[in-house]
């Protein structure tokens, strides 16, 4: 089960920064005789999109942390686990300082 909610965190993701990039730096995207809007789109700037980035990051970094803590009688040494909580600790932390600076700057420009 795990297995599947990464990969449909993945999923999502890409499809995320897909259709944002295109928004951003190609061409606004028209949904015309459709009652679905994509009202989202147009609120993403580069600044939030890195913040989204890290966040689905993190949550994708978080169930492989769960999959090798649930796994852990197979690990074979005990720094491999060290060392995958510290890597995900690093996702943490630089997520948390996109997040600060994304508020610095929104703040700078209102």
């Not at 259709?19 to 939030?48: A, Q």
């Not at 999109?49 to 978080?62: D, G, H, R």
């Not at 492989?64 to 600790?89: C, D, G, P, R, Y």
């Amino acid at each position: 089960m795990l297995v599947f909610i990464d990969k449909a965190l993945v999923t999502s993701l890409i499809v995320m920064v897909m259709l944002s990039g295109y928004e951003n730096f190609i061409s606004r995207i028209d949904v015309d005789g459709s009652n679905h809007t994509l009202s989202w789109l147009g609120k993403l700037d580069p600044g939030s999109i890195k913040v989204k980035v890290a966040s689905s990051i993190v949550a994708i970094s978080s169930i492989h942390l769960l999959q090798v803590f649930l796994n852990i009688s197979q690990a074979k040494e005990q720094w491999h686990v060290v060392w995958q909580t510290l890597i995900h600790m690093a996702f943490v932390l630089s997520a948390v300082l996109l997040g600060y600076l994304s508020l610095l700057t929104h703040h700078d420009g209102d």
